[in-house]
């Protein structure tokens, strides 16, 4: 049987053409079924205001950072989106007076633009938002060496090669509308993935690279971002992979309720807990990493009722 045309963007694969029984399951579920969720290998956490959410959100970089020594250099990769928790880091930093001369950081993706990855002069630049925010805000004796930041660019090797050389505690994301971490959307629905989406198997290998993102991405990083100003969000970025992100010890996602809806961070939930992967929906990969968490901002969660506006 041929799946479902996506009732989004039939060019595309995404979780509209998963079987219906699946998606009514996920909008079914409960705050109550969402805490029973886990299982070995998946942690679910909530926390009940939002300073709670972000501090502990902050606290895992610290505690990757505090391991970091000349003879074990480690790190963690974070992303931009949610953002809120990068002051917190800055802040912890300069109060706990953390040296970070052995402390490793990943940034999770970049926009490309015309094939080279933009410059901090570009004003959605990822990387330039990670200083900003949070390590040109670090007192300047403790900050990390410019050669411990990796960010991501159109020369992927460098970066990769960064991911064997290093040991990463912790690899921190968000949730997109298309159910992604970092920019691993769902693809195209053409040439050898017509009637069904790449194999989990194979989307698994898949490493750092240059991805042509999903209509939903565009459209959400324009609402995040942009004030919805679409066109200045570029179609194209440059991505940390599920090849990378298995080299991870854990994953941290992190559920703040605006950058996917109630649905969204109840179906990915549903998927992981239920080892149902299907890479329409990109999260539901994170079924078969050893060390998953998801965290939940309690007031964000809503729910799946109608509601008129």
């Not at 930041?149 to 509308?177: A, M, N």
């Not at 939903?216 to 990083?221: A, E, P």
Request: charged content about 20%.
């Amino acid at each position: 049987m041929s799946r479902n045309s996506s009732r989004i963007a039939p060019g595309w694969w995404d979780y509209t053409t998963l079987d219906r029984d699946i998606l009514d399951d996920a909008a079914r579920l409960t705050i109550k079924d969402l805490r029973q969720l886990g299982r070995s290998g998946f942690e679910v956490q909530f926390y009940e205001t939002v300073e709670e959410f972000y501090l502990a959100e902050a606290l895992e970089y610290i505690n990757a950072w505090k391991q970091a020594t000349p003879d074990n250099p480690c790190g963690i990769c974070g992303p931009i989106g949610p953002t809120e928790q990068l002051p917190l880091v800055a802040r912890l930093v300069n109060a706990l007076e953390l040296n970070l001369a052995n402390a490793h950081f990943w940034g999770m993706d970049e926009w490309v633009v015309n094939g080279k990855a933009v410059d901090f002069n570009f004003p959605l630049s990822f990387a330039k938002a990670d200083h900003d925010l949070c390590f040109d805000r670090i007192h300047p004796e403790l900050q990390m060496p410019a050669s411990n930041l990796h960010f991501p660019s159109d020369k992927v090797e460098t970066y990769q090669k960064t991911w064997d050389e290093i040991r990463c505690c912790l690899i921190q994301g968000g949730q997109g509308e298309t159910k992604h971490w970092a920019f691993n959307d769902p693809p195209r629905r053409d040439g050898n993935y017509v009637d069904a989406p790449p194999p989990p198997e194979m989307y698994r290998q898949l490493a750092t690279r240059v991805v042509e993102l999903h209509p939903m991405t565009l459209l959400q990083n324009a609402r995040t971002s942009g004030g919805g100003v679409v066109q200045n969000v570029p179609f194209e970025a440059v991505t940390v992979g599920p090849a990378e992100t298995w080299k991870a010890e854990k994953v941290s996602i992190w559920h703040t309720g605006h950058h996917d809806n109630p649905f969204g961070i109840r179906l990915s939930s549903l998927m992981v807990s239920k080892r149902i992967i299907d890479t329409s929906v990109p999260m539901s990969l994170l079924a078969d990493h050893p060390n998953v968490q998801f965290n939940y901002l309690l007031p964000g969660i809503g729910n799946c009722t109608v509601e008129m506006h």
